[in-house]
């Protein structure tokens, strides 16, 4: 969805570069802020409810200070992936340009997650 966002503000900034603007791009990180946020944490509720449920431990659920530091030994670049978005990216990209925004978001093409 990021790329395709991308590749509609890339494209239509084509006359000034620079100075041209396109309403997705203040509209999508409206939309990108909160997803990555809900995204971090359901990633999270999965993996603790995965290791309480996987083999059938008798031993109690492990707590919630361990279960994050499991999570994030797991999943860290993802995790640092969507932090970096929310607390860089994206505050670079409104002050930068749209088509830069735009560029940002293109990027999004190359990465498998």
């Given at each position: 969805m990021?790329?395709?966002a991308?590749?509609?503000?890339s ?11 396109h309403?997705?791009a ?5 939309f990108?802020v ?37 999570y994030?030994r ?17 505050p ?22």
């Amino acid at each position: 969805m990021a790329s395709t966002a991308g590749y509609i503000i890339s494209s239509s900034c084509h006359d000034d570069v620079i100075n041209d603007q396109h309403w997705l791009a203040g509209a999508y990180p409206q939309f990108a802020v909160p997803y990555f946020i809900y995204d971090v944490y359901a990633m999270f509720l999965c993996h603790w409810h995965r290791g309480q449920v996987k083999g059938h431990e008798v031993a109690p659920p492990p707590s919630l200070r361990a279960a994050a530091g499991s999570y994030l030994r797991k999943d860290l670049l993802m995790v640092l992936h969507h932090a970096a978005m929310v607390l860089v990216c994206y505050p670079v990209a409104a002050v930068s340009g749209d088509v830069r925004g735009g560029w940002g978001h293109l990027r999004d093409v190359g990465t498998p997650w």
